[in-house]
């Protein structure tokens, strides 16, 4: 994801804001940022955002966190404001949350790498556990479509569900950090949740049967594979006989930051 930050001084403030070459809704997230430092600065701004991201928005890739962690650190340096990185994490935490497009997005992107979130909260506030797993590894992840994390973070059963299903998987987890742990617990807790599709599952089946455990993107009707780089060309194989297009990703290193 990168992010494009225009301002000019204007009699008569307004936010223009574009995913992908694509104009987003007035709802969206980034909107609720860039307006929070509209606020914050005080002045009155004609502000320009473009997001371009290889990944598509909706389906469980984060977009929306780190849209938001992106615009909040290029409008804190395009204005002026002297907030830490820190700082300007959190504004984007807090407007996810208002917005409902993810709960804890934000802290891993500004954390980066492979990580697992062990208390709630903003950069700084929560806390992070970031994890060594070899450098080899690859994303692969294909599917059908969207889910709304704003419908099922309002859904208070399912958010129930999601935090009995996730405690306990966690600390198994943590108990043994591996990437097969971690696929195999994803799975679990994909299960636990009931939010599978049909034929997500029938795309599971088949990369069971391939060799590869795969679980569902949080929140998207997608599956991912954690695989080594020289397992990806199968991976990516199995999921276009399924007729599927594959993205393939590698893990970042470092998390947001200024270009």
């Known amino acids: 994801m990168t992010t494009n930050v225009t301002l000019r001084k204007t009699q008569h403030p307004r936010i223009v804001s574009t995913f992908n070459g694509q104009p987003l809704a007035g709802e969206a997230v980034s909107n609720n940022v860039a307006r929070k430092y509209v606020e914050l600065d005080g002045r009155s701004w004609h502000a320009e955002i473009s997001h371009e991201s290889r990944l598509p928005s909706g389906r469980g890739y984060g977009t929306s966190g780190a849209g938001a962690l992106s615009l909040s650190l290029a409008l804190n340096e395009a204005m002026g404001l002297s907030l830490s990185m820190s ?3 959190q504004i984007a935490h807090i407007c996810e949350v208002e917005c409902k497009t993810g709960l804890g997005t934000v802290a891993s992107v500004f954390s980066g790498g492979f ?3 062990t208390a709630p909260g903003a950069p700084e506030i929560g806390k992070i556990r970031k994890l060594n797993l070899p450098l080899s590894l690859r994303i692969v992840s294909a599917g059908f479509g969207p889910i709304s994390t704003r419908t099922v973070l309002g859904d208070a059963q399912l958010k129930k569900a999601i935090n009995t299903c996730g405690r ?3 600390e198994k987890f943590l108990r043994d950090v591996s990437q097969y742990n971690f696929m195999t617990l994803s799975r679990k807790f994909s299960n636990c949740i009931g939010l ?3 034929r997500m ?3 599971m089946n088949v990369l069971d049967l391939s060799g590869f455990t795969c679980s569902m993107m949080m929140l998207g009707e997608m599956l991912f594979c954690l695989a080594p780089h020289v397992d990806t060309s199968r991976v990516e194989a199995v999921f276009r006989s399924c007729e599927l297009n594959p993205i393939t990703s ?3 290193r470092l998390g947001a ?3």
Do not use: F, K, P
């Open 115 to 117: 990580t697992a979130r």
């Open 201 to 203: 599952r029938r795309v």
């Open 250 to 252: 590698t893990v970042a």
């Open 196 to 198: 599978m599709s049909s």
């Open 257 to 259: 930051h200024l270009i």
């Open 87 to 89: 700082q300007a994490a």
């Open 168 to 170: 306990a998987l966690e």
